[in-house]
């Protein structure tokens, strides 16, 4: 198996001011790819330090893969040092200097003389195009070592990393690997361990658990020599998990509820609607995330103050006074009132103290209350996260309000 | 000046399940100190890579921030291998095994005997408590050499850092490097830098120009024996660039345009709403992001469809016909709508095509408009993105009507 390596360069990322998503976007596709990523890097732009790390790297790794320092300015020399270690010289690329000068017409604007260092490459890389920005990026070989240079913008290496190095780097693995997650909600991480305990011992496919935001996830992963073979290796276990873990399972391979839960009131022909109180609009936010929500949701009432739940939504005087903004009476009139308001067939609520400061009641931080009504029912669950954590806690209620949704589909409420 | 490394240990960093956002919290708070950090890596839980990367590690750098494996499975070798490296053996500290199962003892379980792995240190440590799980972390030195292991959860890597690394830390550094960054909303990068071109050649503070989800920033740097001279070396810098960015500058190290808006509102006691359509409550999230947002913000309506844009919020069903969902007329009258609905006094609203798919209509994805009212006037803003992702024009619009809030308070709209 092929070692790959990644090496981020960028001044800004030493200094924090930029968090390494390239480093995690390419770790997953290269897994992908069945390459095995060993080592991760990230020096600043500077010729001695970058140049010690690829000494290092051409000896342990077949393939080094660079992000960053594509830029027109003088501190980006990325290109300058890869091309220093591997002896090759720069000319003048005319393509990519008509690409870069078409994309600044394009905008309406003059290709400054600077950026023509962009357009400078090694006269025997293979070139990959960027058509989301100026710099290319390339993949050049010597000693069987390779590497391949990437700009730094996500906006540009993702594409440029599909369109261009996926193709190029194919070739360097004889083994396919294949992962599935399996996303649950309403089952802690050691819950579910422990329900599929034996499956995690499983060498091939492998099994691991994994906890993030509320949510715990199994992750299936297959190594074989081609798809069909590591999807066969992957299915059986996929199976007794599903069988295992059934009602908890929201999705496989998707990235979160929302994901799963559009489609389904799509399929469903059901149309849904919010009112959210301590959530502040984060339910609507995630439900409009997928494109093609407007399909099933139309209206969502954000209702912070008590005066607009009850002026908006009809939530009754005597149900905040008796038991408060954050109580299971309100969210379910809250949810009745959005049906109401919307014309939806069935709305969801959130109400409850998101932190990190009490509400001045003597209720709990992390507490709130949950309600999904349809024309005939309301159900209200009851949530404390125990955590104070502002973020934390709004993004577990929406996501208890995306799985109530699901639930109700699903007949499993 | 010492220098420092951080070492992520992680074989799911290595495969891209979790994005390292401890190596930039690191680097961030490192840079605060006065420390410089020339490497940031990433390796696996596997003794051999980690040994040499320490090996590597300890010639080129002063200090050694290790973060992750440190849990109680037998996978987690991080404290293990870096004994090994400094020659020191493991003995049991019996103050971490009775906080460790006093942590257990308080949420009810019994530790289990895997967790006494944690509680094994070196005996001439200095140990880190871990008030927010289990592991404890720990410094020690040889031969000049610093290592700090750390928890990889970010949970409690930070309170452990600020707590107890940074009294360590502290002593290695004899510069103090302080900070500001200076926020801008409604200046493109390349302008803003024009703008100041002459400060960004200065040396100390340095000034560097940054651009991120639509915004542009600088930050200004300088480095100093101590806090007042680092601080009186920006002021200037920071009131030269004050009057030349006036009007576009929204805040000074806050971490967004709500940061800054709500406070401001708050202040000006001023009632904010909302209208919302291909946001779809990110307005409203981002909103009450803050904490004490409900001093200033009841009411938010998200009218996805048109119906619900005519029915709550009255945008006249002519206005729809002629101009259209995404138009200068329908954002004007939702935000008038919003204005009725919720009593506040002003409105915001927004109305676009997010993408990636065109509406049907022959308006370009990317195309939105962004309107503010109160009880006198309505003013409206054309934007036009060029860009077809859903999630950076949503974002884009949200900060746009923010900014045309604070534009609004600021009496510059």
Redesign the interface.
Known sequence: MKTCEII?VGT??????????D???????L?KLGLS????????D?HD?LYE?LE?AAQRSDIIILSGGLGPTPDDITKEVACEFFSKDLTLHEESLRRMSSYFTAKGLVMPETNKKQAMLPADCVVFENNNGTAPGLAMEKDGTHILLLPGPP?ELKPMFYESAVPYLKNFSDKVIISHNIRTFGIGESAMSEVVADLLDSANPTVAP?AKDGEALL?VTAMADNNDDAENLCKPVIDEIRSRLSDYIYGIDCNSIEEAVVPMLIENNLKLA?A?S????????R???I?G??KV?????????N??KHR?LGVSVDALRQYGAVSAEVAEQMAKGALE???ADIAVSVTGI????SDGTSKPVGLSYIALADKNNVWVKELNTGHTN??YN?FVNSSNALNMVRMYIEKTL
């Open positions: 981020s800004e990322l030493l200094l924090g001011d930029i968090l390494n998503t480093a995690q976007f390419l770790s997953q596709e897994a990523v060993l080592h991760q890097s990230t020096v600043g500077n330090r790390l290092q906006r994994y992750r919010t959210e301590c959530t502040g609009g984060l339910v609507g936010k439900i409009t995330n494109s929500a407007s949701y139309e209206c969502g009432i954000i209702a912070y103050a005066e607009i908006v308001v919307s014309g998101a932190g990190p400061l502002r973020d709004r």
